[in-house]
Structure formats: structure tokens, C-alpha cells
């Protein structure tokens, strides 16, 4: 009788917070709690980098190192998100054709 419900034993619910559903969300790249780190090469790179981020509205921690190489990927991965595709939508049968033809779509190209 270890799955029976029987007079006296108690169940609880597990509660979706502990397992299962997860509520928390990873901060956006560029905000506040996750700013962008990037690292140039000197003072006045620095000021261009810093006028496009506060341009564009993002936070970032901009360093300056003359040692390593230039690292703005974060940077270029934020501005130059890929949008989306859209295609023209297909004529149905009936309608006319979009070469200019004046046939319907069914006799000239379909």
C-alpha cells in the first residue's frame, strides 16, 4: 500500500518553482545587469566606440589596451542582428499574372 491513498496519508504537490518550469531569464546583451565588455586600442577609439554604444542606447564596459588586439564582436553581433526573410506570395490560379501578361496565372505561367 505504498501508492494508495488511504485515511491519514498526506500527498503535497510539488511546487513548479523547485521543478520542472523555469522562470528566470538571461539578461539581453548590452543592458544594465549585462553590459557589453569590449577592449581597444586607445583613448580616441575609445571615445567613437563610446559614441556609437550610448548612440544606439546600450550599456558597456569600454577598456583600453594597447597590448591586445582590437575586441568589438559583441559590439558588432548586438548592431547587426539578422532580420528576417519575407517572400512575395505566390499568385493563386485565378488571378492575373504578374509578368504583365493580362492572362490569368493558370494559362500564362502556372
Do not use: Q, W
Not at 597590448?67 to 499568385?91: G, H
Amino acid at each position: 500500500m505504498h501508492n494508495l491513498y488511504y485515511k491519514g496519508r498526506i500527498h503535497t504537490r510539488e511546487n513548479h518553482v523547485k521543478t520542472g518550469f523555469k522562470n528566470e531569464r538571461n539578461a539581453k546583451l548590452g543592458t544594465e545587469k549585462n553590459p557589453l565588455t569590449l577592449v581597444v586600442g586607445s583613448e580616441t577609439r575609445k571615445t567613437e566606440v563610446g559614441a556609437i554604444v550610448t548612440e544606439n542606447e546600450f550599456y558597456a564596459d569600454i577598456s583600453v589596451d594597447s597590448s591586445v588586439d582590437e575586441n568589438i564582436s559583441e559590439l558588432d553581433a548586438v548592431l547587426n542582428t539578422p532580420k528576417t526573410t519575407t517572400f512575395e506570395k505566390t499568385p493563386n490560379r485565378n488571378d492575373p499574372c504578374s509578368c504583365g501578361s493580362g492572362k490569368k496565372y493558370k494559362k500564362c505561367c502556372g
